[in-house]
């Protein structure tokens, strides 16, 4: 994993947890930007709806990680669960 998500990965990657929650503001933080307005705003930038689609890059932090996203948008968070293998 390369890119400028790459410690949000790295975060994610070291983490014992089945589940880890996330503020924006905390990812923010990890990453050293702020995130777009896409995501601030629209639930699809952090999933994946379409399998037959390829990820866009950003989504590697977790899926490298091995965790899907769950974002509220409203309350501003996301919940990184592991995911089953």
């Known amino acids: 994993m390369s890119g400028e ?3 949000l990965y790295k975060y ?3 983490r014992y947890a ?8 905390q990812i923010e933080s990890l990453i050293g930007f702020s995130l777009p307005d896409p995501a601030r ?3 699809g930038w952090w999933t994946h709806p379409d399998p037959d689609t390829p990820a866009p890059g ?3 932090a ?6 899907t996203a769950q974002p509220n948008v ?4 996301v919940v ?3 995911a089953c293998m």
Not at 18 to 25: C, G, W
């Open 41 to 43: 705003l629209h639930a």
């Open 12 to 14: 994610l990657d070291n």
């Open 5 to 7: 998500y790459q410690p």
């Open 58 to 60: 950003y989504a590697d």
């Open 62 to 67: 977790w899926i490298l990680a091995r965790r």
């Open 80 to 82: 990184f669960e592991r």
């Open 74 to 77: 409203l309350a501003r968070t």
């Open 18 to 25: 089945n589940v880890v929650v996330l503020t924006f503001s």
